[in-house]
């Protein structure tokens, strides 16, 4: 197999400078890392049992196949790792079906924060019962995952020798290139809905974990936090009162900004919230760090449309979506648009969300992720790019 992946690295090296791609910068860089995560995810599905021939078959595929048909295999790929992943879950959670079922509905989780904000008042009646599960705690069913799938994550002070690393994610196990290493927890916020995350327009001056995908796509990870150790309904809320930052000053953009950012009243919208699995293992990609000089990331985000349909495998999914309905929108430069009517391009509902995929195989180490910060702006002391040039297309 390490034959096998030099193969895969030489190509994604190769792939990566190909004319082919789109001159758009922000869509060439788009169009590379969905080369690369073809590559890789197809790798790994290929399993150990792989040889030469099949290699050279994906290979050719990635440089032949449309973006599109390669970023439709990326979803496959992705979707049958993480259905493996449910099930090792349910094998794991679920109470043998010979036995008593009961529900844990009389759990009533802490209100306040966007709770209050979007007008929820007093127990609902049609409040959902929250199934049964085996009453293990969050470390135990982590462990029972490594024994399953041959990994588990921990968060625990980085090793990256900068004062402000904080805390790092590192995998304990073995996991194989292309692997979903983790999933990005948290509220999604569609670009509608961008006024409504905590602290518009300046969302990440209290907030660092927050992340984008290319469709512009917001999630928060802040609410979820470390997870929790119960399955429950979970609808985004949080014990601190998060308001909308109010000391911001500036000049020029700045003011354009803040006028542009009138209080808007959450009521309006909110998501009504989804049973979900606080102790889920992987739902920690949030506590990534990007690597120091010298260093190198040995993962990568992806972005992963969950269909809505596959209900048995909701609970593990960590997120939720902010507002009520899907609303189509278009970039026009710096600007987001409706466009078109919310059903158009899938028949499936989907739930936008990223993982994160091995670059690399893993072994007993911090997971690190290429942040790709900005370079139009001022970064922080600790960012040492990782290649400029992928900074500057991924936000040109």
């Known amino acids: 197999m390490a034959f096998l992946f030099n193969k895969f690295q030489d190509a994604v090296r190769t792939l990566a400078k190909s004319p082919t791609f789109a001159k758009d910068p922000r869509k060439l860089q788009f169009e ?40 439709k295999q990326v979803q496959e790929n992705i979707h049958y790792q993480i259905i493996n992943f449910c099930t090792a879950m349910d094998e794991i959670l679920l109470p043998d079906v010979n036995g008593p079922q009961e529900s844990q509905s009389s ?41 399953s799938i041959g990994y588990m994550l921990d968060v625990k002070p980085s090793q990256i020798p900068h004062k402000e690393a904080g805390q790092g994610l590192f995998l304990s196990g073995e996991a194989d290139v ?25 969302v990440n001056a209290q907030n660092t974990y927050l992340i984008t995908r290319y469709d512009g796509t917001v999630i928060n990870a ?45 009521s309006q919208i909110g998501s009504g919230g989804e049973i979900l699995e606080r102790r889920n293992p992987l739902a920690l990609a949030h506590f990534a760090n990007h690597p120091a000089k010298e260093m190198v ?39 987001w648009f409706r466009w078109g009517s919310r059903n158009s391009g899938t028949d499936v509902p989907v739930l936008k969300t990223l993982v994160l995929v091995a670059t690399t195989a893993l072994c007993d180490e911090e997971v ?20 400029e040039e992928e900074d500057r297309r991924r936000w040109s």
């Open 368 to 387: 690190l992720l290429n942040y790709r910060l900005s370079n139009s702006k001022r970064r922080p002391s600790w960012y040492t790019p990782v290649d």
């Open 297 to 335: 990331p040995n993962v990568m985000v992806c972005p992963y449309d969950f269909p809505l349909s596959e209900k048995d495998m909701r609970a593990y999914i960590p997120n939720i979506s902010f507002g009520n309905a899907e609303v189509n929108m278009r970039r026009f430069g710096s600007f």
């Open 107 to 147: 759990a009533t989780p802490s209100r306040s924060g966007l709770s209050f904000a979007v007008g929820r008042n007093g127990p609902n009646a049609n409040r959902p019962a929250v199934p049964e599960t085996r009453p293990l705690k969050c470390t135990e069913v982590s462990q029972r995952l490594k024994d």
């Open 178 to 202: 292309g692997a979903v290493i983790a999933i990005y927890p948290g509220v999604v916020y569609s670009p509608v809905y961008y006024r409504y995350i905590p602290g518009y327009p300046r």
């Open 32 to 71: 590379a890392d969905i080369n690369r995560l073809f590559m890789y995810t197809g790798y790994n599905r290929l399993g150990k049992n792989a040889d030469e021939a099949d290699a050279e078959e994906i290979i050719d595929m990635a440089g032949k196949a449309s973006v599109a048909d390669q970023q």
């Open 222 to 266: 802040q609410p979820w936090g470390y997870g929790g150790e119960t399955r429950e309904l979970w609808d985004g809320s949080t014990m601190q009162d998060m308001k909308p930052n109010t000391e911001v000053t500036g000049k020029g953009s700045d003011r354009f900004w803040k006028m542009l950012s009138k209080p808007l009243e959450n």
